[in-house]
Antibody, heavy 121, light 108 residues
Framework: QLQLQESGPGLVKPSETLSLTCTVS??????????WGWIRQPPGKGLEWIGN???????YYNSSLKSRVTISVDTSKNQFSLKLTSVTTSDTAMYYC?????????????WGLGTLVTVSS | SYVLTQAPSVSAAPGKTATITCGGD??????VHWYQQRSGQAPVLVIY???VRPSGIPDRFSGSTSGNAATLTISRVEVGDEADYYC???????????FGGGTKLTVL
């Protein structure tokens, strides 16, 4: 059974960089059939897509965050990562990693449990 | 960018049918996925490619699309179906995953 697990600091100071890692178990991140992505959800609000990465390193980003976001993949560790620079309190959210079928129309079929990141001094 | 519109809330009595709609410009030409998010939990895929149920999702859940609306229908509603439901598409113009704002289903 595929499992995704987010990890990283739960508290980040304003203007600093948020860094999260998603560890994939029960399957290979190097499969040609999937993208790997990040989604966030501010408290009490809806879902916002951050971006996707393919195992070869190809990336798609939400244009509203593109200038601050980097998503990368480490196939040797079966992990992928999110970096979000210059964070503000508006970046406080639950951050989820998820798998998406390698089809431009594909769904997000497996999700991690999520990790809450609070931006505060 | 492409916008998906959902009503904030809908309610249904146990045993009745709940209908959750997702509006978007010519959404019938796109592929729609639906997610259920119970309180305090991660989203779960309940319908993909418009009308396909993942393994383990009851056949009480069904989806359809036509024109400017996509619909998630939950038949014989149960208390356990109480959750937020999100529609999602891929916008080919922006190369973005797009979510609707979510609809909270209350089971009365």
């Amino acid at each position: 059974q595929l499992q995704l697990q987010e990890s990283g600091p739960g508290l980040v100071k304003p203007s600093e960089t948020l860094s999260l890692t998603c560890t994939v178990s029960g399957g290979s991140i190097s499969s040609s059939s999937y993208f790997w992505g990040w989604i966030r959800q501010p408290p009490g609000k809806g879902l916002e897509w951050i971006g996707n990465v393919y195992y070869l390193g190809n990336t798609y980003y939400n244009s509203s965050l593109k200038s601050r976001v980097t998503i990368s993949v480490d196939t040797s560790k079966n992990q992928f990562s999110l970096k979000l620079t210059s964070v503000t309190t508006s970046d406080t959210a639950m951050y989820y990693c998820a798998r998406r079928l390698h089809d431009t129309r594909g769904p997000l079929d497996y999700w991690g449990l999520g990790t809450l990141v609070t931006v505060s001094s | 960018s492409y916008v998906l519109t959902q009503a904030p809330s809908v309610s249904a009595a146990p045993g009745k049918t709940a209908t959750i709609t997702c509006g978007g410009d010519n959404i019938g030409s796109k592929t729609v996925h639906w997610y259920q998010q119970r309180s305090g939990q991660a989203p779960v895929l309940v319908i993909y490619y418009d009308n396909v149920r993942p393994s383990g999702i009851p056949d009480r859940f069904s989806g359809s699309t036509s024109g400017n609306a996509a619909t998630l229908t939950i038949s014989r509603v149960e208390v356990g179906d109480e959750a937020d439901y999100y529609c999602q598409v891929w916008d080919t113009r922006s190369d973005h995953v797009v979510f609707g704002g979510g609809t909270k289903l209350t089971v009365l």
